[in-house]
């Protein structure tokens, strides 16, 4: 109990879960237009670099925001080039993305900074204070002082849950997914509202990269997503591919990667903990426990003369 109650696993649930929703988020956009997007890593990593090369260039941690944003967005369309005008499988394309990534990013720290890495100096967002918050047991302190992304989280949600399920352009990108010869027979093009759908993707996971890069660690690494795009595709798997359903996904992943990291050096293997999402997520998508239920043409190319 005494281990539950430790508000320092909270903050950590926290930390970790928050770049997982803004990319889960992102990828659930991509694949309910039908585009499988595993370029959610790069595009987190590219956000990440970006933001702190803007960051420290403007220092204005607003302006490094923005520009990671930009870059994931501009990872989107390098991807639905590749994905929808050449259709190009979607997999393999999302790894060459990624490993993109990995490589210019690595390649332009050293030539940037060099053996220091990112300047200590390089602006932040600003952690937002609520001390009402505070009072909450347990939870109050995990609240209570947050950056302000992670109250922006918020919003975000009730904006995704809206717009796919409350507005027409939302209910055309379904059928984008579920059945495009539908939405092409009815006069709309398939392409173009996939790539709305992408290039929300790369927004969000821009986001999720900015998030680590200036509102958590202040720098930047070689690799620093460390596979969390990857986390968050089984997240949105997981959370079958709705909002809500994403949301709680990734704070059951954020709290038993954060449990892993508490339980260094007890009798229970970390490992072993960290397990246990990844488990569940195969679980789910084999049928035995519920079902995850993908779009019907997701992964599915589709060929069509102009957007």
């Known amino acids: 109990m005494s281990f539950i109650l430790n508000p320092e696993l909270w903050t950590l649930t926290v930390a970790i879960s928050v770049p997982l929703i803004y990319a889960a988020l992102g990828g659930m956009f991509s694949e309910r237009g039908g585009v499988i997007n595993i370029a959610m890593e790069g595009m987190m990593l590219t956000g990440a670099f970006v933001a702190v090369v803007f960051a420290y260039a403007t220092h204005n941690a607003w302006l490094g925001l923005a520009a990671g944003v930009a870059s994931g967005a501009g990872m989107a369309l390098l991807f639905s080039w590749a994905a929808l005008t050449l259709t ?16 210019l990013t690595g390649y332009l720290l050293d030539a940037f900074y060099g053996y220091n890495g990112t300047p200590i100096s390089t602006p932040s ?3 937002v204070h609520l001390p009402v918050l505070a009072g909450i047991p347990v939870l109050g302190p995990a609240l209570a002082q947050e ?17 796919l399920f409350r507005t027409r352009w939302g209910l055309r990108l379904r059928a984008m997914g579920e059945k495009p010869e539908a939405g092409r027979s009815a006069g709309l093009g398939v392409r173009r509202y996939r790539l709305s759908g992408i290039l929300l993707s790369g927004m969000l996971s821009g986001v999720a990269g900015a998030y680590l890069s200036i509102g958590v660690l202040n720098s930047f690494n070689v690799d620093m ?14 959370g079958n591919w709705r909002p809500r359903g994403v949301v709680m996904a990734a704070l059951i992943f954020g709290f038993l990667s954060a449990a892993s990291i508490q339980l260094q050096g007890s009798v229970i293997p970390p490992d072993v903990v960290l397990m246990v999402p990844y488990l569940l997520t195969v679980v789910a998508v084999a049928g035995i426990v519920g079902r995850t239920t993908p779009p019907a043409s997701d992964g599915v190319p589709y060929h069509e003369e102009s957007i």
Do not use: E, K
């Open 88 to 103: 190009a499988d979607q997999v393999v394309v999302g790894m060459s993305i990624n490993l993109l990534a990995l490589g």
């Open 125 to 127: 967002l600003p952690t």
């Open 147 to 163: 950056n302000i992304l992670t109250y922006l989280l918020l919003p975000t949600v009730l904006f995704a849950q809206f717009a």
């Open 225 to 238: 997503t460390a596979g969390r795009g990857y986390i968050a595709l089984a997240a949105m798997i997981f």
